[in-house]
């Protein structure tokens, strides 16, 4: 990695990224990004590390452990911007506030007094500060709209950063994506791997393939977000300069209906489909790894434990939504960031790609 000990101001700096949160669907996919792009080190930090390659080193560190992430990080004087997209799940609302907020607090806490030419702080969030996990909310939500009433730890990140950087030289953004799909694997928030695997285990019992989700939820209107769509946007917020200390919705920019998506999914993987049936699949895929320990035998997949291919309850979150949910991404193509994802497509490739790997049966 690149040692700016020598260097002055008056030096072009290369930039370093130190992403937070390595492992996850979408930490990997914006290091995967960032290694597109010639002029960027990149430091991946998870409890998991990694396999260090050409630019790319990771470093294992347990965020939630002040002493560990200062011993860790404190040394990391070549970080130019960081990249936090670390989460740790907890069973309320209420419990989730402590952990993230003090992740974010260690890291910061760690990097910035070390790190002189750090230039930005790049949040993930997403649509719960705008009160989309309570229930029916106002759309197309606006990145200026109302917060619900705490807790909710996305926004007690961003106070904390807003804080943080008063008088400082460097700026953050706050990254609000949809739900965003992905390839990545051990993560508690992966729906398209959800769809995949309970779309083969479905398969393999000679089932149609139900919608699980509640009534209402099936026809919602609702949005996806690319996690290398996200990578792209993340990247482009934290080095364009008007960018600097603004929140950005970021999605596919196309809305879907599931009664008109679903039915093409169970095309995809060959299958029939029923007449929508509530379930909870974090209860109904309870006795499941059995069968899919023989599918891994039988199609030669590769040796992932079940844990880490099933994300029920997540599933079961994204399935209840029996309300509209998406918000406006149009501030980001006001400020110049004008890609965007078809969002049908996008979960094609991502099936295409997990077959690819052997994760789901081809």
């Known amino acids: 990695m690149t040692n700016l000990s020598s260097s002055s101001p008056s030096v072009s700096l290369p930039k370093v990224a130190l992403v937070i949160g390595a492992n996850g669907v979408i ?50 004087q070549e970080v130019t911007h960081l990249f936090y997209a670390a989460y740790q799940d907890r069973p309320s609302w209420a419990e989730l506030v402590e952990p993230n907020l003090t992740m974010l607090i260690n890291v910061l806490n760690a990097v910035e007094p070390a790190a002189p030419y750090l230039q930005h702080v790049s949040l993930m969030q997403g649509y719960k500060v705008y009160g989309a996990h309570l229930g029916p909310f106002k759309t197309p939500a606006l990145e200026q709209d109302a917060t619900p009433m705490p807790p909710e730890f996305n926004m007690a990140q961003q106070q904390f950063v807003e804080q943080r950087q008063q008088g400082k030289s460097w700026t953050w953004s706050a990254m609000r ?37 509640k009534p209402g939820a099936y026809h919602s209107l609702l949005e996806m977000t690319d996690a290398t769509l996200l990578a792209k946007a993340t990247v482009w917020a934290a080095t364009e300069p008007q960018c600097g200390n603004q929140a950005f919705n970021i999605n596919n920019g196309d809305l879907f209906r599931w009664n008109e998506l679903w039915p093409k999914i169970a095309s995809y993987f060959e299958m029939e489909t029923a007449p929508p049936l509530p379930m909870p699949l974090d209860v109904m895929m309870q006795d499941k790894e059995a069968l899919w320990q023989r599918m891994v035998e039988q199609y030669d997949l590769e040796p992932h434990p079940y844990s880490d291919v099933s994300s029920w309850a997540f599933g079961d979150f994204v399935f209840g939504w029996d309300y509209d949910f998406f918000a406006d991404g149009s501030k980001a193509r006001r400020f110049g960031f004008h890609e965007f994802v078809h969002t049908e497509q996008m979960f094609w490739d991502i099936f295409d790609d997990l077959r690819v790997q052997r994760i789901i049966p081809g």
């Open 27 to 76: 930490g990997s996919n914006l290091i995967q990004h960032l290694l597109t792009l010639p002029d960027w080190d990149i430091i991946g930090v998870s409890r998991r590390g990694g396999m260090d390659r050409e630019r790319l080193r990771y470093v294992s560190v347990d965020v939630l452990d002040e002493n560990d992430t200062m011993d860790k990080l404190g040394s990391l």
């Open 177 to 213: 994506p949809s739900v965003v799909c992905g390839v990545a694997l051990g993560n508690p928030m992966n729906l398209a791997l959800v769809i995949a695997v309970y779309a083969s285990l479905s398969r393999e019992l000679g089932i149609p393939l139900r919608f699980p989700g």
